[in-house]
């Protein structure tokens, strides 16, 4: 195709009109009338402990009271990867905040009064919040079950432990590869558990209607797999169960899969005919949904004298939380990718997922890459500086390229990493050491590269469908879901650049609707652009070739000569001209109008990976581990006060291997916003004491970054290598953009100190006690 | 339960309710008339995604109580745009991508206006300092700086 109209144009978001308006509908917008209820959760209190006994006898007497729901409703298990928990807890609660039941009311207060009316009896048990403890043999067991939870085959759940997930990489021979090496850094990394912060708390609203129909509207990434885990769990006929997902106020993982909505369908089924509203609160937002998980990470990497990596050992302890349904594939994400972006001969690498009694780790933007990258970025900027090589060179020369043999055996997909850091440190002036700003600053850059393939099962699909009206504007429809991250928008220049018509003419059909939208797995691992891009390409090319038939049997042409520009469907050959207006709905008369030929237009098209292959359980070795990588860099310029800690980050400096930018300044947006998701996630975590209560469920004292903290200047580059199977060789971006930020201040504040701060979250006062002594 | 009759005028539209004496501001506007415009976000006065103008002050409608509002002049997000044509804040939201989810945008939007309504040409510390009560987790900020920023060199908000 010569030159592209509408694929590769900044045309202003699609979206933008309806939310500065304040006409966008977001799932607590949706107004029920007077018939709707309110659900609150009642919350286990403590940490672990065994159900006695729930008594809902004092609720049920508040007038307003219309139900309450335990565990014994709700009995079958839920869960995405491994159905690990149950929408109540049934006999066990295994975090502060695991909900126990739910109350439905005539109004949210009388709901909340009613919740505190429930009394349970609990008897307690001993509780476990650190991996690595619970990792021990005689550690309290939080599933004593597990080995009855139904699991998907790539998952490997160890029976008797709080392992849920246990991934192995075995790549050459680690032991023979150590006294090869002429450098070699230990280190231990330490993150705590973060939580996702979208503005936009959880809510969800469910309607059991007599005849059985079930309706859910709720913020959600995951329609479709919300639709398949709760008609699963609650015995609903799929096409009985409809998900409705209006805009999402920011999901960042925190609204995939399921977490609070199935307590509001199964609310809903004991008060037939009313929908039920069942909304969290910040506080429970905090705790009660999901989160990051903590990490504890052992690595140790060497290289040779010419700076080569020779070998890496790596074991990493998530600390998966009360269930770890969703958790179970981060962990696994973070072994089949446990090297960071590097050429690594050698590598023996573990990676659990382990029980914890904490806030249930899911899905975050970066997938356990944030995680990992904490710890390898760190000790390969020590390796450089053992081998007395400048940490940029020391990551062009090892780091992943194109056709190279990575880590499972797979050959790496087409990315140009060394470019990405090339425009980093041009971007940063990384040759460069400009004095502090006074005597009691100090100042200093860092840098830190990354890779995150998406993480998922082998053959997530997605489809679409396009339609024409009389005027021939165009209505896509998708059951992706556009978090803010822009996909409406990058998806509709898909499908006008491959229909040939003007992007004003393209509208997504929205809300996402499982009964109207068609499938698709959902919104996460950075793939919409990527998959529902090809889907929706195909569905336009579909409709495309449709029309061109019908105009070349009209003109009597070849439709090959045809083509559709800037929406009439024009001949190279004759130069005749057929505008898309009517045709697309009503066709075109046979000469002589002796009858008609066309009719409406639809288009479908589907996209589905079929080329990743299973991985041996022994030595994560395999064909395609992944469907590819998106790689990038980021360095930062960053002066430490010493007198007091505070850091000020001057300028972060990204870029990354995008394949296309489909929309180039949507692509900033997610690499500028990221960089300060990176940077605020540097200094997050939830706190608990020693009872597993929460102390900053709040977003006073857990702190997010505000307009005020945000770096003097934020720089980004696009680098466009392009992928085999994307749209026009796009790959996704969105969760890349905060993985590395964390190290990159890290390494930093080390040249700026000559500290190193191998757990997280920072602080002022860290720093300054490491500068100063306690 | 002792509810009170008020009178307040919401985008210029005069509106006659009685509220209960704990209802909020935020309660009213999104439960009562609709304008759902005005998020919720934590409810505490800490996320700013329900500001609106009081008396041409931002205010997070969270913590004032309805029957305060009697008598007293309120704007939504609702109301920044006249007849149909965005706000000049509004347009340079949407032309410098200043809106990713869109859940804090009007609320951003609210107190970029009252900042500008009282210095039509901040500078970036003085935009800072106003948003500063404006949580967002999507943009890193720099757009809706910049937006502000353009607005008021066109001459503040329209």
Known sequence: ?774 | MSVHPIAVTINGKAEYLEVPAHMTLLQMLRDRLALTGTKNGCEAGECGACTVLLDGQPVNSCLVLAVEVDGRQVVTVEGLAQDGTLSGLQQAFIEHNAVQCGFCTPGMLISSQALLARNPSPDEDAIKEALLGNLCRCTGYGRIIQAIQDVARGGGAS
């Open chain 1, 1 to 774: 195709m010569s030159g592209l109209s509408t694929v590769g144009k900044s045309v202003l978001r699609i979206d933008a009109h309806d939310k500065v308006t304040g006409a966008a509908v977001y799932a607590d917008d949706l107004q029920f009338g007077p018939g709707l209820y309110y659900g609150r959760l009642v919350r286990s209190p403590h940490a672990h402990a065994l159900i006695i006994k729930v008594d809902a006898s004092r609720a049920l007497a508040l007038p307003g009271v219309k139900a309450v729901v335990t565990g014994r409703d709700t009995p079958t298990r839920i869960g995405l990867y491994l159905k690990d928990r149950t929408i109540f807890a049934l006999d066990r609660a295994r975090m502060v905040g695991d909900p126990v039941a739910g109350v439905v009311a005539t109004s949210e207060e009388i709901a909340e009064e009613a919740a505190r009316l429930v009394e349970v009896k609990y008897e307690e048990l001993p509780a476990v919040f650190d991996p690595v403890v619970a990792i021990q043999p005689d550690a309290p067991l939080i599933h004593p079950d597990l080995g009855e939870y139904e699991v998907v085959p790539f998952i490997f759940p160890q029976p008797g432990t709080n392992i849920s997930e246990h991934f192995k990489l075995r790549r050459g021979d680690v032991e023979a590869a150590w006294p090869r090496c002429a450098a070699i850094i230990e280190g231990t990394f330490r993150l705590p558990p973060i939580q996702h912060v979208p503005i936009e708390p959880h809510v969800a609203v469910a309607l059991w209607e007599l005849s059985g129909q079930v309706s859910l509207w709720t913020c959600s990434q995951s329609p479709f797999a919300q639709r398949d885990l709760i008609a699963q769990s609650l015995g609903i006929p799929h096409g009985n169960l409809r998900v409705i997902a209006p805009y999402v106020g920011g999901g960042f993982g925190g609204k995939a899969g399921v977490s609070m909505e199935a307590a509001a369908v199964a609310m809903a089924r004991a008060v037939k005919g009313h929908p039920v509203k069942l909304r969290m609160t910040r506080e429970e937002e905090f705790i009660c949904t999901t989160a990051r998980q903590s990490l504890v990470a052992n690595i140790m990497i060497g290289c040779d004298d010419q700076a080569n990596l020779l070998a890496m050992e790596v074991a990493y302890y998530f600390g998966g939380g009360s269930s770890n349904e969703y958790g179970v594939n981060i962990a696994r994400a973070a072994g089949y990718s446990c090297t960071g972006p590097y050429l690594v001969p050698n590598v023996k690498g573990d990676s659990y997922c382990v029980y914890t009694n904490t806030p249930i780790g899911s899905a975050m933007r970066g997938f356990g890459m944030p995680e990992i990258h904490w710890g390898i970025e760190q000790i390969m900027d020590q390796l450089a500086e053992k081998v007395a090589m400048d940490p940029a060179e020391f990551r062009r020369r090892n780091c992943v390229k194109t056709g190279r043999t990575i880590l499972t055996g797979m050959e790496m997909p087409a990315i140009d990493l060394v470019a990405c850091i090339d425009k980093v440190t041009q971007a940063i002036q990384w040759e460069k050491r400009p004095p502090a700003s006074a005597p009691h600053k100090k100042r200093g850059k860092g840098l830190a590269i990354m890779w995150k393939a998406p993480a998922m099962p082998p053959n997530p699909g997605s489809s679409a469908m396009v339609r024409f009206n009389e005027d021939a504007t165009v209505n896509v429809e998708i059951g992706a879901q556009d978090l803010g991250q822009g996909a409406f928008t990058v998806l509709a220049q898909i499908a006008a650049e491959t229909l040939g018509v003007p992007y004003e003419w393209v509208r997504i059909s929205v809300p996402v609707d499982t009964k109207y939208s068609p499938y698709e797995w959902q919104t996460v691992a950075s793939r919409i652009t990527w998959s529902v891009g090809n889907a929706v390409r195909a569905a336009a090319g579909d409709a495309r070739q449709k029309i061109l038939a019908v105009v070349a049997e009209h003109w009597h042409e070849d439709p090959a000569d045809l083509d559709i520009r800037d929406g009439a469907v024009v001949s190279f050959k004759s130069e005749r001209e057929q505008p898309l207006q009517n045709m697309v709905v009503y066709g075109l008369p046979n000469d002589d109008f002796e009858g008609w030929k066309g009719g409406p237009v639809v288009g479908s098209g589907k996209f589905m990976p079929t080329y990743v292959t299973n991985l041996d359980f022994e030595t994560g070795q395999g064909t395609r581990a992944v469907v590819h990588y998106t790689v990038g860099a980021q360095a930062v310029d960053l002066e430490v006060d010493t007198e007091t800690g505070q850091v000020e980050v001057l300028k972060i400096a990204s870029a990354y291997d995008v394949g296309k930018a489909i929309n180039p300044d949507l692509v900033l947006t997610q690499i500028e916003g990221g960089a300060v998701h990176g940077l605020s996630s540097a200094y997050e975590a939830i706190r608990l004491d020693a009872q597993g209560r929460p102390l900053n469920a709040n977003l006073v004292d857990y702190r997010i970054a505000t307009i005020a903290d945000i770096p003097r200047e934020i720089h980004g580059d696009i680098v466009e290598t392009p992928l085999e199977d994307g749209p026009w060789g796009a790959r996704g971006v969105g969760e890349h953009v905060m993985v590395q930020t964390a190290p990159a201040i890290a390494n930093a504040l080390y040249d700026a100190l000559g500290v190193r701060f191998s757990e997280l979250p920072l602080s002022a006062e860290k720093i300054f006690m490491a500068l100063h002594g306690s």
